[in-house]
């Protein structure tokens, strides 16, 4: 009986009162503490146990209650689980929280798929705001983790060198981020192409990011052209384009205001303060392992990819250049442009109608007459202004461009 072992043995499950074999379903292994652990499956677990000091010094356990026993039998085995829907908030919590302690969420084989159960069942409880600002390495190794969270309502990206052709925007614009509201993809290499790919499934299916209310294009070589791109989603209400080509004229206040509703804001506006950005949820200190876990591996990884480009590059200028990616000339181009932010937002009627009428209030007293004759003027105006979402259908139609880049999938 020494050699006796759970490794082939075969497992019964009692239902209504019959036994039932179960072949199909390998469960996971206690860990080996001692060697008797490792000969006799049925010596106890120190798991099951918990131990504390009373008043005297003296070392005392206690057992712990069936319900945490079987908590965490369930978080070992959670990639045999189907479901969580309809279970409380408070187990499945609980449950998460025995999973994160046991870092099943660190296994590449099974922490898809256990985030995927928790995201299903609890939405937006487990992760409603994701920051991968500067974190590209991260968002490499973790991608398929990283689109198992389908309920966020913000996600930055700011810095992670997605290019014009990266495979994140397909799940951007997918149903799976519907709920949406805040998306931040400055200083990504994105240009007027990658724009229009972009949203390009926005535009044809007329699906995705519908909930959109904040966008942050900031640090990006897009120009005036590829604002009507932007035109496919209805309820944008505030817009970062500082640092792009862009530059503040009068005609880019025009075709912000007559394309998106939006105008121009002379204060810089707290919703693209980054230092406000932060990852909220169940999820949050999985994130965290990730990002430690990641960088101690990829510690001896740099050091041999110094000495690759030590070796291949000539000069200390070019070296430097190479091993920190060009990083530091963003954040040279952000100081630069500190000063001339480029932040629009969509202005309430109240805040049109002051724009419009900026001298009104000199000319009251001498010409009341006028007045009237000007209250009926920010009508007119308004009217101009509201127009244009009418005509959106047609600056959104398909153009040949966007012809051959649905032919090119």
């Known amino acids: 009986m020494s050699d006796l072992s759970l490794d082939n043995s075969t497992i019964y499950v009692r239902e209504r009162g019959n036994l039932r074999r179960v072949s199909d379903i390998v469960l996971a292994q206690p860990k080996a503490l001692s060697s008797c652990r490792r000969t006799d499956p049925f010596v106890l677990r120190k798991e099951h146990f918990i131990f504390n000091y009373n008043e005297e010094g003296s070392l005392r356990y206690s057992t712990k209650s069936l319900f945490d026993i079987t908590l965490l039998f369930v978080a070992d085995n959670i990639h045999h689980v189907d479901s969580l829907v309809g279970f409380p908030e408070q187990i499945g919590n609980r449950l998460f929280v025995a999973a994160e302690e046991n870092r099943v969420f660190l296994n590449p084989d099974t922490s898809s798929k256990a985030l995927q159960l928790f995201s299903d069942a609890y939405g ?90 904040l966008l942050d294009l900031s640090y990006n070589p897009i120009s005036e052209a590829a604002l009507r791109y932007l035109t496919c989603f209805p309820k944008l209400v505030k ?48 994130v965290n392992q990730w990002e430690t876990s990641g960088s101690q591996m990829t510690k001896q990884r740099k050091i041999e990819e110094s000495r690759t480009l030590a070796l291949r590059f000539f000069g200390r200028q070019k070296f430097v250049r190479e091993v920190l990616k060009a990083v530091p000339l963003i954040h040279e181009r952000m100081e630069e442009a500190d000063n001339g932010k480029l932040h629009f937002y969509r202005p309430s009627n109240n805040q049109t109608a002051e724009k419009e009428i900026p001298s009104m209030t000199n000319h009251q007293v001498k010409t009341p007459c006028h007045i009237k004759k000007r209250k009926h003027q920010p009508e007119k105006h308004d009217t101009l202004h509201h127009s244009p979402p009418a005509k959106q259908p047609c600056s959104s139609a398909l153009t040949a461009e966007d012809i051959d880049l649905l032919n090119s999938y």
């Open 239 to 286: 817009l970062d384009l500082s640092g792009t080509s862009l530059k503040l004229e009068t005609g880019l206040k025009t075709a912000m205001l007559k394309l998106l509703g939006l105008i121009y804001s002379e204060k810089p506006l707290d919703s693209f303060d980054h230092s406000r950005c932060k990852t909220e949820g169940w999820a949050e200190q999985v």
């Open 124 to 213: 937006e409880i487990v992760l409603g705001s994701l920051c991968l600002r500067n974190k590209f390495p991260l968002l490499q190794e973790r991608m398929d983790a990283i689109k198992t969270f389908h309920s966020l309502k913000s996600l930055d990206l700011f810095g992670c060198k997605l290019g014009d052709n990266h495979e994140l925007f397909q799940h951007l614009t997918s149903t799976s981020l519907a709920s949406l509201i805040e998306l931040f993809i400055g200083g990504n290499s994105l240009s007027d192409a990658g724009l229009q790919r972009l949203t390009a499934p926005i535009r044809m299916m007329r699906k995705g990011l519908d909930c959109l209310q």
